[in-house]
């Protein structure tokens, strides 16, 4: 098993950012690709970008290039996500997600967080 805890979140200005952080516990030893995803008020959670494990592989979704980074940080345990430019409409619960082999389909992954909470004020 394995345990996932994200921070980071809170309150910013649209054009601010924020640095979320997924630290993993647990079976660490096994090697996992990580997701954020997030959730908004009404709507259906979904994807945000995703990293393989030598952080080699990279996706990130239309709404997201080009402003968001995700990394990480596997002697830590940690996956990070640098959002930048932030808009009012990235308003959402993050949750951050482990499997054990790369893919950015929310269904198929394994082990979730419990969601950090980012709100962007216009």
């Known amino acids: 098993q394995v345990q996932l805890v994200e921070s980071g979140g809170g309150l910013v200005q649209a054009g601010g950012s924020l640095r979320l952080s997924c630290a993993a516990s647990?079976?660490?030893?096994?090697?996992?690709?990580m997701g954020w995803f997030r959730q908004a008020p009404g709507k259906e959670r979904e994807f945000v970008a995703a990293?393989?494990?030598?952080?080699?592989?990279?996706d990130y979704a239309d709404s997201v290039k080009g402003r968001f980074t995700i990394s990480r940080d596997n002697a830590k345990n940690t996956v990070y996500l640098q959002m930048s430019s932030l808009k009012p409409e990235d308003t959402a619960v993050y949750y951050c997600a482990g499997r054990s082999y790369y893919c950015i389909d929310q269904m198929r992954y394994e082990y979730w967080g419990q969601g950090t909470q980012v709100t962007v004020s216009s």
């Open positions: 647990g079976r660490t030893s096994r090697s996992y690709a």
């Open positions: 990293i393989s494990w030598s952080g080699g592989t990279t």
